[in-house]
């Protein structure tokens, strides 16, 4: 890889400058927005400004140790310079490196060692101590996982193709792909690749979803002809995956306290052939109460850290810090007590997280069960990001009266 076109370096220093200094800017998506707003550049230069410009922000904190300071909107070059340097890329001299020194970069390079457990992993100091205390020895394994790139992990909708059939179709456009063993719908990328301009995308074959996060639609145990409810549904990536298990069959109801992340539900599902779904803004607290005692099958994808993406999501560290944790915990308690009454006697529920941390996950779900004798934990299943793909956590419950 080498970055040899200056126009790039001037497009990852104004993304970098947006994700680091603008409130509520998301890497993916300034990176989305970058490299929509310049369609000249070819798939090579695409793929040059997306690397550099992620691997910066997952080794901000090293990168910043070899520059000798913080990172500032006055020294991004200085930033992309010593990221340059340490993965020994090639680059041109641009007017925008002149003037920067880069001695003190080379010397701390040439020692090879860095002086903390925070700066080797790139994480702020709390977060160490927060993996450390709740993840034990093995917290260095599971930070050393999420450092790595995300693979691209596709899920063929069931409703449409086979991941057979799906593979097939995407090798005619060039797309290299390969099923996953014990993943029944999954289909990995060989190499990552603008697969939302295949035709495939276009007729619905697929979603991007990663493979842990497919495990969930399956956890769930749904049924043709029930009522489900997912109650956290975003844009709706498992709420489509529950419509291709249920076969169209029954009535899937997608809750959600954003009516923009339900729009695109809507489009999603429209693509994916899914007509079994309803979708309802949670505007007040009557949505939820009108659906009590009513629902075979609830998902509850909380809202969480998102310590177990961080592969695709290395931004979101750098963004949240431990009273973040301690507010989403008592939220993420909140929402089971709320949520919960929604389900039959029977109905069984999944409480889901893409945190790795205990106390997001089964200590909440012991809680959980604790105050409400009248519910069951069945199972729960964690995935940690050393298995290859998203730190997961789901944990299935039956209310039994």
């Not at 990536?237 to 298990?245: C, D, N, S, V």
């Not at 592969?311 to 919960?340: C, G, H, L, V």
Request: include cysteine; hydrophobic fraction near 40%; aromatic fraction near 8%.
């Amino acid at each position: 890889m080498e970055l040899i076109h200056r126009n790039l370096a001037i497009g990852i220093h104004d993304a970098l400058q947006e994700t680091f200094f603008e409130k509520n800017k998301y890497a993916d998506k300034v990176i989305e927005r970058l490299l929509k707003s310049h369609r000249q550049w070819g798939s090579q230069d695409r793929a040059v400004v997306s690397e550099i410009f992620y691997n910066i922000i997952r080794w901000k904190k090293r990168l910043e140790y070899y520059m000798g300071e913080g990172v500032k909107p006055t020294n991004i070059y200085k930033l992309i310079i010593a990221y340059l340097l340490w993965s020994k890329t090639n680059y041109k001299r641009f007017e925008e490196f002149e003037g920067i020194k880069i001695a003190d970069i080379t010397t701390k390079l040439r020692k090879g060692t860095v002086p903390t457990k925070a700066i080797e992993h790139s994480i702020p100091e709390w977060l160490v101590e927060t993996l450390e205390r709740e993840l034990g020895e093995k917290w260095e394994k599971e930070m050393h996982a999420l450092n790595e790139k995300a693979p691209t992990v596709l899920r063929a909708n069931s409703l449409r193709t086979t991941p057979r059939e799906l593979i097939s179709d995407l090798a005619h456009e060039n797309v290299v792909a390969y099923p996953i063993k014990n993943y029944p719908d999954a289909v990995q990328l060989e190499e990552k690749k603008n697969v939302f301009l295949t035709t495939a995308f276009k007729e619905g074959l697929f979603e991007v979803q990663d493979a842990s996060s497919q495990k969930i639609g399956y956890f769930l145990d749904v049924k043709e002809g029930q009522r489900v409810v997912d109650a956290c549904a975003g844009a709706g990536g498992k709420t489509l995956h529950i419509a291709a298990l249920m076969k169209n069959k029954g009535q899937i109801i997608a809750l959600d306290i954003f009516e923009w992340k339900l729009a695109e539900l809507k489009r999603r599902a429209k693509r994916a052939g899914a007509h079994n779904i309803e979708t309802r803004v949670i505007s007040d607290t009557k949505v939820i109460k009108r659906l009590h005692d009513k629902v075979d099958r609830l998902l509850i994808d909380a809202p969480c850290s998102g310590l177990g993406v961080l592969k695709r999501n290395p931004d979101s560290k750098w963004k949240i810090d431990q009273a973040f944790i301690d507010r989403i915990k008592t939220e993420q308690q909140q929402i089971m007590q709320d949520y919960s009454k929604m389900l039959k006697v029977g109905g069984k529920m999944v409480y889901a997280t893409c945190s790795i941390l205990p106390s997001e996950n089964n200590k909440q779900v012991e809680e959980f069960v604790k105050n409400n004798p009248n519910y069951k934990m069945i199972k729960d299943e964690k995935v940690m990001p050393s298995e290859g793909y998203d730190g997961f956590y789901m944990a299935l419950i039956e209310r039994l009266s």
